[in-house]
């Protein structure tokens, strides 16, 4: 009795070696290699598509079934136009024989520059065995940067003088392939009046004028900072450009000034000359 239920202990772990054996020498003879095979363009920028082409290699010996390609995990600012799941119906061939599929991934406005990654699953088998295989693949993502700079500077009259008011115009240009976003400049100068201005965007090849009034209170050559703030998809950027102004000398100015003097010393006379008269006048009253 003892003899016989060892022999069918034995039986039975010969059994399920065997059973392992096989499904270990299916293991190692069915093969299912994932790769990119392209990434068109192979960097994207924001608002624009890239395809991903993929390719499935039978790198074994035995027929795999039930091949199913999934993307598992992806950015919410990316989309995806082909379905998740792939299904591979077909019997793959033998080895080297390959599957291919092309997904279109669009980058919405919402994305930023840098590395995007998918996770995805492979599976495959027989009726014997299932194989699972998990990896990731990425895509780039750039974006072209601003590049804000003084296009010209004017003034309204050309030539301002000392007490006028003065218009300044300084037109701003977007060299850049980016777009530039809250660009607000303002002018640092030694005088009164509205000396900020708010652009808003320029977009790449755009300009646009930032206007200050200005009241000069003195002539000659005056040092000024041109400073320009803006965003864009790098983040907060800031330049400054020294500038001068050239103010003459209000003639005007001058002669309403000596007009003024002759009148307050014409004033100051009158009155010295009144008391004087006065005085004179009441001493020959008391004679």
Same mark, same amino acid.
């Given at each position: 009795?003892?003899?016989?239920?060892?022999?069918? %202990?034995?039986? %039975? +772990? #010969?059994?399920?070696?065997?059973?392992?054996?096989? *499904?270990?020498?299916?293991?190692?003879?069915?093969? *299912? =290699?994932?790769?990119?095979? =392209? +990434?068109?363009?192979?960097?994207?920028? +924001?608002?624009?598509?890239?395809?991903?082409? @993929?390719?499935?290699?039978?790198?074994?010996?035995?027929?795999?079934?039930?091949?199913? $390609?999934?993307?598992?995990?992806?950015?919410?600012?990316?989309?995806?136009?082909? /379905?998740?799941?792939?299904?591979?119906?077909? /019997?793959? %061939?033998?080895?080297?024989?390959?599957?291919?599929?092309?997904?279109?991934?669009?980058?919405? =406005?919402?994305?930023?520059?840098?590395?995007?990654?998918?996770?995805?699953?492979?599976?495959?088998?027989?009726?014997?065995?299932? @194989?699972?295989?998990?990896?990731?693949?990425?895509?780039?993502?750039?974006?072209?940067?601003?590049?804000?700079?003084?296009?010209?500077?004017?003034?309204? /009259?050309?030539?301002?003088?000392?007490?006028?008011?003065?218009?300044?115009?300084?037109? #701003?240009?977007?060299?850049?392939?980016?777009?530039?976003?809250?660009?607000?400049?303002?002018?640092?100068?030694?005088? $009164?009046?509205?000396?900020?201005? $708010?652009?808003?965007?320029?977009?790449?090849?755009? =300009?646009?004028?930032?206007?200050?009034?200005? *009241?000069?209170?003195?002539?000659?050559?005056?040092?000024?900072?041109?400073?320009?703030?803006?965003?864009?998809?790098?983040?907060?950027?800031?330049?400054?450009?020294?500038?001068?102004?050239? @103010?003459?000398?209000?003639?005007?100015?001058?002669?309403?000034?000596? @007009?003024?003097?002759?009148?307050?010393?014409?004033?100051?006379?009158?009155?010295?000359?009144? $008391?004087?008269?006065?005085?004179?006048?009441?001493?020959?009253?008391?004679?």
């Amino acid at each position: 009795m003892n003899e016989r239920k060892l022999m069918i %202990g034995i039986l %039975g +772990i #010969l059994a399920i070696l065997l059973l392992t054996s096989g *499904v270990h020498a299916f293991a190692d003879t069915m093969c *299912v =290699d994932f790769q990119v095979t =392209d +990434i068109t363009p192979s960097s994207v920028e +924001i608002g624009e598509e890239v395809t991903v082409g @993929i390719q499935l290699d039978n790198c074994g010996s035995e027929l795999p079934e039930n091949v199913r $390609f999934e993307i598992t995990r992806f950015s919410n600012d990316i989309i995806i136009k082909e /379905p998740l799941v792939i299904d591979f119906k077909k /019997p793959f %061939g033998y080895a080297n024989s390959d599957r291919f599929n092309i997904y279109h991934l669009y980058v919405t =406005d919402e994305s930023s520059p840098g590395e995007y990654v998918f996770e995805y699953k492979l599976s495959y088998g027989n009726k014997e065995l299932s @194989i699972e295989k998990e990896g990731n693949f990425s895509v780039t993502v750039t974006s072209q940067e601003s590049d804000l700079n003084i296009a010209y500077v004017k003034t309204e /009259p050309i030539l301002p003088k000392a007490g006028d008011e003065v218009t300044l115009t300084i037109r #701003l240009e977007n060299f850049g392939r980016g777009d530039a976003n809250s660009v607000k400049a303002k002018v640092d100068i030694p005088f $009164f009046g509205i000396k900020e201005s $708010f652009l808003g965007e320029l977009e790449s090849g755009d =300009d646009s004028s930032a206007v200050f009034t200005l *009241v000069p209170d003195k002539s000659g050559v005056v040092n000024y900072d041109l400073i320009v703030t803006y965003k864009d998809d790098f983040g907060s950027k800031e330049f400054t450009e020294s500038l001068e102004l050239n @103010i003459k000398e209000n003639t005007r100015s001058n002669v309403l000034t000596i @007009i003024i003097i002759i009148v307050l010393v014409s004033l100051v006379g009158g009155i010295i000359y009144y $008391f004087k008269s006065k005085k004179a006048l009441n001493k020959k009253e008391k004679k």
